[in-house]
């Protein structure tokens, strides 16, 4: 049964702090990873990644994926309490992680 | 990225009765998703929506509980019907992914509660 696991399911840091947040995949005929912020109904898009070793960055946030152990991690530098959110990834047949609920207090 | 209007935000239902909830892209998609969320879990697929055919629904959803219609390219509906309280989750809809660059885009979710 295809599975993505994400870690830790809760982190709660101080502004200015690093963060790695982390997605384990077992899944048929991987394609592609994304990530996505969730902070209210809506997830919105991050990133998404198809080959291995490539890191992809978008201002304080990057991403990167393994495809030989399976699993990507996305580090967020300098938080800020904006960054508050749920970070969800997610395969290309659409299974979800669990979900990791990062909340950055000043 | 597509731009999507799901209505309705945010709903108090009796058990019983259904709800119709709309999603309306501002451009052509051959396919749509719907998802449900329920209290502190993660997102969760339904059922895969292909304009001019029956939607495809993943295993633990049925068509009778979740009726799903695609009248055209831009625009699905999902209803859930004889709701229970088991049914209060967070509902949205995605199209894409349109590319390495946006990835799924989703409507702004409905959140249902039954009462």
């Known amino acids: 049964e295809d599975k993505v696991v994400q870690s830790p399911l809760s982190l709660v840091v101080h502004e200015g702090d690093t963060v790695t947040l982390n997605c384990s995949y077992e899944v048929t005929n991987f394609r592609s990873l994304l990530w996505y912020k969730q902070e209210k109904k809506a997830p919105t898009f991050l990133f998404m990644l198809?080959?291995?070793?490539i890191e992809k960055k978008s201002g304080r946030l990057s991403s990167i994926l393994d495809k030989k152990e399976l699993f990507s991690i996305l580090n967020i530098t300098a938080t800020q309490t904006g960054d508050s959110a749920v970070y969800l990834c997610v395969t290309d047949k659409l299974i979800f992680g669990t979900g990791t609920r990062l909340q950055v207090f000043p | 990225s597509a731009v999507i209007s799901q209505k309705p935000s945010r709903d108090i239902c009796q058990r019983g009765t259904s709800l119709t909830i709309q999603c309306q892209v501002d451009s052509q998609v051959t396919m749509m998703f719907w998802y449900r969320q329920q209290p502190g879990q993660s997102l969760t697929l339904i059922a895969t929506a292909n304009q001019g055919s029956e939607a495809t629904y993943e295993s633990g959803f049925v068509i009778d509980k979740f009726p799903i219609s695609r009248p055209n390219l831009t625009f699905s509906t999902l209803t859930v019907s004889n709701m229970s309280p088991e049914d209060s989750s967070i509902y949205l809809c995605?199209?894409?992914?349109?590319?390495?660059?946006?990835?799924?885009?989703f409507g702004s979710g409905t959140r249902l509660t039954v009462v």
């Open positions: 198809t080959s291995s070793g």
């Open positions: 995605s199209v894409g992914p349109r590319g390495g660059l946006y990835g799924y885009t």
